[in-house]
T-cell receptor, first 113, second 119 residues
């Protein structure tokens, strides 16, 4: 089954404690990205990756890091989380080409105290 | 930069009735895609329907159809024969068409419309 998986699904942490949210896809997609969803704001792109070792900033990259060492994985790293990073996070992937469908993971709900 | 506006934060519809969700967008691009995503209480993002801007024909998927007005930059979603399972948040989204394969494929989302289907 084609899917994007994220772990963990729920996370409560404290300010300043580094954390990583993993994302993995089994569709051999080149393109992967991270979005955050906040009430009243819709979804906003954090970072994206066009392929292994190729990443770039989206609209709201501050406070986040990413890496793409393998094609299937695209972890999101919060080096020093702050309460304003409390949000619902989605990973997405798609094949190359605008006509390819973008697949979303199930989401990770993060609470930073 | 693109913007997507959904002017109806909340809507409700009786089961089996028809409802239309509004979406307008602003862009200087000529080639792009428009989407409607459904987000049920499970929070999963589910693609409902997609429209390619170069196509004049409105997209349809079973009970879901769109009214795409390119000149007016309007992209509304019509849900016919509403069902209880249609209760969800609906997001309109825009994506610029990338020709070189080097673009961001970024989806620009509206703020969403919360739809409730009433039995």
């Amino acid at each position: 089954e084609a899917q994007v998986t994220q772990n963990p699904r729920y996370l409560i942490t404290v300010t300043g404690k580094k954390l990583t949210v993993t994302c993995s896809q089994n569709m051999n997609h080149e393109y992967m990205s991270w979005y955050r969803q906040d009430p009243g704001l819709g979804l906003r792109q954090i970072y994206y990756s066009m392929n292994v070792e190729v990443t770039d900033k989206g609209d709201v990259p501050e406070g986040y890091k990413v890496s793409r060492k393998e094609k299937r994985n695209f972890p999101l790293i919060l080096e020093s989380p702050s309460p304003n990073q409390t949000s619902l996070y989605f990973c997405a992937s798609k094949g190359t080409g605008s006509r390819e469908t973008q697949y979303f993971g199930p989401g990770t709900r993060l609470l930073v105290l | 930069a693109q913007t997507v506006t959904q002017s109806q934060p909340e809507m409700s519809v009786q089961e089996a009735e028809t409802v239309t969700l509004s979406c307008t967008y602003d862009t200087s691009e000529s080639n792009y895609y428009l989407f409607w995503y459904k987000q049920p209480p499970s929070r999963q993002m589910i693609l409902v329907i997609r429209q390619e801007a170069y196509k004049q024909q409105n997209a349809t998927e079973n009970r879901f159809s769109v009214n795409f007005q390119k000149a007016a930059k309007s992209f509304s979603l019509k849900i016919s024969d509403s069902q209880l399972g249609d209760t969800a948040m609906y997001f309109c989204a825009f994506m610029k068409q990338e020709w070189s394969g080097a673009g961001s494929y970024q989806l620009t989302f509206g703020k969403g419309t919360k739809l409730s289907v009433i039995p």
